[in-house]
């Protein structure tokens, strides 16, 4: 089944633990990307990759790390979680490397930062 | 910069309603527009996608059509059912930095 997924689903941590988030899809495309949801002010773009090893900023990357080594795989990796981090975390993917098209997404991740 | 907005946030409507969803964005420089279903907890399903040059794209009982010129675009759900009851968001792709924006979405409830 062609599919994005994200793991872990839920995560609760602390102030200042390293952790990763996980994406993968299986389709083989070019564009990953990862947004964060919050009440009132939508889904944000936070980093973009159109292919291996490129990626760039979206409009909120502060406080985020991403890597693009693998295609399938594009991890989301906060280095230093703070409480203004807690947010739902979807992963996104599109055949295309710029983006262009129909974007698939992943089931989200609900992070709580305490 | 690229912003989009759609109006009610949210819409009660009784089954079998014909009704229509409005997105709005400012800059028509665009690629494509995209319409979305979320529901609660869940990740987002694309619905459609029309290219920035075609006028409408329809799949089973949705049409959503694109002006771009005037930055707006509708999404039309007929003989609505309770199982329709979601949040609808629209986003537009700009091409210049690869970017999609998306608006804070509708949330639609279809009472039976």
């Known amino acids: 089944e062609a599919q994005v997924t994200q793991n872990p689903r839920y995560l609760i941590t602390v102030t200042g633990k390293k952790l990763t988030v996980t994406c993968s899809q299986n389709?083989?495309?070019?564009?990953m990307s990862w947004y964060r949801q919050d009440p009132g002010l939508g889904l944000r773009q936070i980093y973009y990759?159109?292919?291996?090893?490129?990626?760039d900023k979206g409009d909120v990357p502060e406080g985020y790390k991403v890597s693009r080594k693998e295609k399938r795989n594009f991890p989301l990796i906060l280095e230093s979680p703070s409480p203004n981090q807690t947010s739902l975390y979807f992963c996104?993917?599109?055949?295309?490397?710029?983006?262009?098209?129909?974007?698939?997404f992943g089931p989200g991740t609900r992070l709580t930062v305490l | 910069k690229q912003e989009v907005t759609q109006i009610p946030a949210a819409l009660s409507v009784p089954e079998g309603e014909n009704l229509v969803l409005n997105c709005s964005f400012t800059?028509?420089?665009?690629?494509?527009l995209q319409w979305f279903r979320q529901d609660p907890g869940k990740g987002l399903t694309s619905l459609l996608l029309?290219?920035?040059?075609?006028r409408e794209q329809t799949s089973g009982r949705l049409n959503a059509s694109l002006d771009k010129s005037s930055g707006r675009s509708t999404l039309y759900i007929a003989a609505s059912q309770p199982g329709d009851s979601a949040t609808y968001l629209c986003?537009?792709?700009?091409?210049?930095?690869?970017?999609?924006?998306f608006g804070k979405g509708i949330t639609l409830s279809v009472r039976p």
């Open positions: 996104a993917s599109s055949l295309w490397s710029a983006g262009a098209d129909t974007q698939y």
């Open positions: 389709m083989n495309h070019e564009y």
């Open positions: 990759s159109m292919n291996v090893e490129v990626t």
């Open positions: 800059d028509s420089a665009i690629y494509n």
């Open positions: 029309i290219q920035s040059s075609q």
């Open positions: 986003a537009v792709f700009t091409g210049a930095n690869s970017k999609l924006t």
